[in-house]
């Protein structure tokens, strides 16, 4: 089944980059696999799946070691400061940089591991209330503000839209984080490239390949729906 699912994922990609002129090539799938257990992270890892994505410390650190080591992980949640010290060494990514404090711990335990880690920016784009992420006109403050951290690389945007029963009402924030990313390239500051867009979940992930997204954060398309009073 999850086989079979990540197939039919890889498809529309392909279907998609297709229809607007994009090489499938440019798109990375995350598969999202918070809440599921690891033999539904092996079946998608027998599938092809290389990317995968968690949102909590515990869970990435408990799965990274029962998973084979050619396993890119992605930390795309709200990740608190005195966590960071548990991924550092693990982690491929962190999509969700949100507060200076957060990007200075990550600086610090980067140093210490003698690695730099990857991150995005991850961008309140619709200013909602309930939302974790730098407000859209903050955007080029704050990067301006972490761009000079050892152990860090500013490598792009990320965001979580709002919840929506039609993909094509999102597409107005997805183009607008595009937009956003061209401004803060055409900035030029020290450090920092726009290599990534990280936008696009499984119900919208098709109208963020068509703004311009070149990762993809797909869970339930994959896993299916995720049961949350049962622990994993
Ligand atoms: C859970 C999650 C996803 C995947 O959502 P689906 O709708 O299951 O595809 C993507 N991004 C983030 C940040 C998430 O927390």
Same mark, same amino acid.
């Given at each position: 089944?999850?086989?079979?699912?990540?197939?039919?994922?890889?498809?529309?990609?392909?279907?998609?980059?297709?229809?607007?002129?994009?090489?499938?090539?440019?798109?990375?799938?995350?598969?999202?696999?918070?809440?599921?257990?690891?033999?539904?992270?092996?079946?998608?890892?027998?599938?092809?799946?290389?990317?995968?994505?968690?949102?909590?410390?515990?869970?990435?650190?408990?799965?990274?070691?029962?998973?084979?080591?050619?396993?890119?992980?992605?930390?795309?949640?709200?990740?608190?400061?005195?966590?960071?010290?548990?991924?550092?060494?693990?982690?491929?990514?962190?999509?969700?940089?949100?507060?200076?404090?957060? #990007?200075? $711990?990550? /600086? *610090?335990?980067?140093?210490?591991?003698?690695?730099? %880690?990857?991150?995005?920016?991850? @961008? =309140?784009? #619709?200013? $909602?209330? /309930? *939302?974790?992420?730098?407000?859209?006109?903050?955007? %080029?403050?704050?990067?301006?503000? @972490? =761009?000079?951290?050892?152990?860090?690389?500013?490598?792009?945007?990320?965001?979580?839209?709002?919840?929506?029963?039609?993909?094509?009402? =999102?597409?107005?924030?997805?183009?607008?984080?595009?937009?956003?990313?061209?401004?803060?390239?055409?900035?030029?500051?020290?450090?920092?490239?726009?290599?990534?867009?990280?936008?696009?979940?499984?119900?919208?992930?098709?109208?963020?390949?068509?703004?311009?997204?070149?990762?993809?954060?797909?869970?339930?398309?994959?896993?299916?729906?995720?049961?949350?009073?049962?622990?994993?």
């Amino acid at each position: 089944m999850i086989n079979e699912n990540y197939e039919k994922v890889l498809n529309t990609i392909n279907d998609v980059c297709k229809k607007c002129n994009r090489l499938t090539d440019d798109v990375s799938l995350i598969a999202v696999s918070k809440t599921k257990p690891v033999s539904a992270l092996f079946e998608a890892y027998e599938a092809g799946a290389r990317d995968f994505g968690e949102n909590k410390v515990q869970e990435l650190v408990d799965k990274y070691d029962k998973l084979p080591p050619d396993i890119r992980w992605h930390m795309i949640g709200h990740l608190q400061t005195n966590k960071v010290k548990y991924i550092a060494d693990k982690v491929y990514m962190i999509h969700s940089v949100d507060s200076v404090k957060l #990007a200075e $711990e990550i /600086s *610090k335990q980067a140093v210490k591991a003698k690695r730099i %880690i990857p991150v995005l920016i991850e @961008v =309140n784009i #619709a200013g $909602e209330d /309930s *939302k974790f992420g730098i407000a859209k006109d903050e955007c %080029i403050d704050f990067i301006q503000s @972490v =761009n000079q951290l050892p152990g860090i690389a500013v490598k792009g945007l990320m965001t979580v839209p709002p919840f929506v029963e039609n993909a094509e009402d =999102n597409r107005q924030y997805f183009k607008a984080l595009k937009q956003l990313s061209v401004d803060i390239m055409q900035k030029n500051i020290d450090n920092v490239c726009m290599d990534f867009l990280s936008m696009g979940m499984s119900g919208d992930y098709t109208v963020a390949i068509e703004e311009g997204a070149n990762i993809i954060r797909v869970g339930t398309s994959i896993f299916g729906e995720r049961d949350y009073f049962v622990k994993a």
